[in-house]
């Protein structure tokens, strides 16, 4: 059985574009391709050891997130919107009707 790893990158390529739809387009055969290649890379980065552990790569998300919020409300620009409460049904539009001009019929 040959692996994509026996291919050659031609090999790949023509595979790629032989197992589309007969009505693909150049865009979708450029997205596979930068698909193929993305997963090559990935697996490149796996195999040279440039990996990073999610647990850790979440945790520190989570840590630049909490202290990008706090900068944010140490410096008054986040802050929430005040609530109008019974105001907001005051501002829509009360009535949703057609207007009697729309409703005529052109003959």
Do not use: C, Y
Not at 25 to 34: G, P, Q, V
Not at 92 to 101: L, M, Q, V
């Amino acid at each position: 059985m040959t692996t994509s790893r026996d291919l050659t990158t031609k090999e790949k390529i023509v595979d790629v574009v032989l197992r589309m739809p007969e009505d693909a387009s150049i865009d979708d055969a450029i997205n596979r391709l930068r698909l193929l290649k993305a997963v090559a890379e990935g697996l490149q980065d796996v195999e040279q050891g440039r990996v990073h552990d999610h647990d850790d790569v979440f945790n520190e998300l989570l840590n630049d997130n909490a202290q990008n919020s706090n900068a944010m409300e140490r410096s008054g620009k986040f802050r929430s919107a005040p609530t109008k409460g019974t105001d907001r049904k005051r501002n829509t539009k009360s009535s949703s009707r057609i207007s009697p001009k729309a409703k005529r019929v052109h003959r």
